[in-house]
């Protein structure tokens, strides 16, 4: 299910991000984190949330990815280790290929 996140979701959005990126700095993706886990948390609850149109994909009771839009600009998408390579990204930002971010996601 594709869907704006809720206020009281931002720990499981963070939690999501915490673990993307972990998966990916442990892989040699990117370089690892200058941010403590609570300070990731406190700036996702609230600056990420308060600032940008934050979507999520929901696959049962947990959330499998993140996307955060400031205006027309993807600012952040993080998909759960355990969800990725399943085109669960691709379907939270459909204008991807096309260049066209306003698009909206479902």
Same mark, same amino acid.
């Given at each position: 299910?594709?869907?704006?996140?809720?206020?009281?979701?931002?720990?499981? &959005?963070?939690?999501?991000?915490?673990?993307?990126?972990? %998966? @990916?700095? %442990?892989? *040699?993706?990117?370089?690892?984190?200058?941010?403590?886990?609570?300070?990731?948390?406190l700036? !996702? @609850?609230?600056?990420? $949330?308060?600032?940008?149109?934050?979507? !999520?994909? /929901?696959? *049962?009771?947990?959330?499998?990815? $993140? $996307?955060?839009?400031? *205006?027309? &600009?993807?600012d /952040?998408?993080? &998909?759960?280790?355990?969800?990725?390579?399943?085109? &669960?990204? +691709?379907?939270?930002?459909? #204008?991807?290929?096309? #260049? +066209?971010?306003?698009? /909206?996601p *479902?």
């Amino acid at each position: 299910t594709l869907r704006r996140s809720r206020p009281r979701e931002a720990a499981e &959005v963070a939690d999501v991000h915490l673990a993307s990126r972990r %998966a @990916a700095e %442990a892989a *040699g993706f990117i370089p690892k984190s200058i941010h403590t886990d609570d300070e990731t948390r406190l700036w !996702v @609850a609230g600056t990420l $949330m308060a600032t940008c149109d934050v979507w !999520v994909a /929901q696959a *049962g009771r947990r959330l499998a990815a $993140m $996307m955060a839009l400031d *205006g027309d &600009v993807l600012d /952040q998408l993080y &998909v759960a280790p355990e969800r990725q390579g399943r085109g &669960v990204g +691709d379907s939270l930002w459909p #204008g991807r290929r096309r #260049g +066209d971010a306003s698009r /909206q996601p *479902g």
